[in-house]
């Protein structure tokens, strides 16, 4: 059996298992991470896809890292009383109603996650957001999946929105073209955040349910407000935003390390004991992160990824035209990234796409753009992006409520790109 087979039929399995769910998701992840540790014992060659210290190196990672302190700096809030505060401030804006709440949320994440790390975004809008939904009277998941698609919407937008992004640009580089500049994604990210929060304040809210369930980092009892504690809690959170979205000295203080910094001075000044910031963490959410970043990582060892693109070049035929070529490439990109990281999908295909449009004798930046703009298109799956992965944590969300919302806004930032290609980068 064949590396990208097997790779293949774990990955089937899995996904049966997340929409049949006879266990918790994150059961089926960590069974589903340790199969492809132990593919060796099918493969010829003896030696399994990932190794047992990929798998732990999934949990020993800078997005865990940076995750567990911001659930700590943003419990603290509650603990504050400041939460109750904000979220009721807030709702004098937006009114009680759902719909207003979903499109601040949206316009506010887009916004941040344009110049900021859409995690960091999440992390740090997810109390108040959540804080806005209660106060409201009602459950914060529909609100809390529109901060993941807004901070993915807003990723767009300029060329350092989100890793990939600057993955994709890097590349292009390293096959002998000029990259991108720092806007020239801009046209297709305003595309797609207009385009999607349309759609989701429109459509994609009715169709997810609301789950009831309140994060780990809300669960707390109703605090009265405690001036010192808000003030503590307040600076902290903002004094780590400053970092998360400056970053002066991102090798000496890298976004992690200042969610760390940020969750110790709340518990050495007391905000929370120990004991409150241990709780506030979500450990399910940590293990499917860890467990599903493993996976990933199998994916792309198991050659999947370049058995894909072979049929790309195979269907495209010898003459085909821009247009079909840039249909092609985008539905492939976007279906791998759902499966596997943006940056190694967009690393896959890159090259691919430059040599096509090469032999076609077309202009390569569109298709370029294309590859960027699809392979960051993780919209369809709970583990196609690690934002997606601590959504589920937080909402309790199912495979087939990512896969009812995602797989249209994939179809929406495909009108997108074929929209907004011929006026900005004609082929």
Known sequence: MSPALL????????????????????????AASILFCWSGVILPEGQGLITLSDILAGYNSTTIALLCGMMVVGASLFHAGITERIGEKMVKITGKN???????????????SSICSNIGVMTAMAPLVTAMCLAAG????????ALLFGSQFGGFVTLVGVGSNATGNEVMIQNG????????????GIGVCVLGTLYFVLIGRKLLPDTGYVPEFAQTDRKPLDKRKAIISVATLFCVLVVIAWNPLPKLIPMW????IGALVIV????????????????????????????????????????????????????????????????????????MSNIPTIMLFMPIAIEIATKIGVNPYPICMTIVLAGA????????????????GWTKYKFMDFIKIGIPMVLITYIAVVGLIPIFLPY
């Open 7 to 30: 790779a293949l039929i774990i990955i089937a399995v899995m996904i049966a298992l997340f929409i049949w769910e006879p266990w918790p998701i994150v059961v089926t992840a960590v």
């Open 98 to 112: 759902e719909r207003n709440i979903i499109l601040v949320t949206l316009i506010v994440s887009c916004l941040l």
């Open 138 to 145: 009602f459950g914060p998941s529909r609100s809390l999946m």
């Open 177 to 188: 073209l000029e990259g991108f500049k720092f806007f020239s994604i801009t046209p297709f």
């Open 257 to 260: 390390v200042a969610a760390i």
């Open 268 to 339: 050495a000044t007391k905000v929370m004991t120990l004991k409150d910031a241990i709780k506030a963490i979500d450990w399910n959410c940590m293990l499917l992160v860890g467990s599903l970043s493993a996976i990933s990582l199998g994916v792309k060892n198991s050659g999947l990824g370049s058995i894909v693109a072979d049929k790309i070049l195979n269907i495209l035929g010898e003459n085909p035209s821009a247009f079909l070529v840039t249909t092609v490439i985008f539905f492939a990109a976007s279906l791998l990234t759902q499966v």
């Open 377 to 392: 298109a993780s919209y369809g799956t709970p583990f196609a992006a690690p934002q997606n992965m601590i959504t589920v």
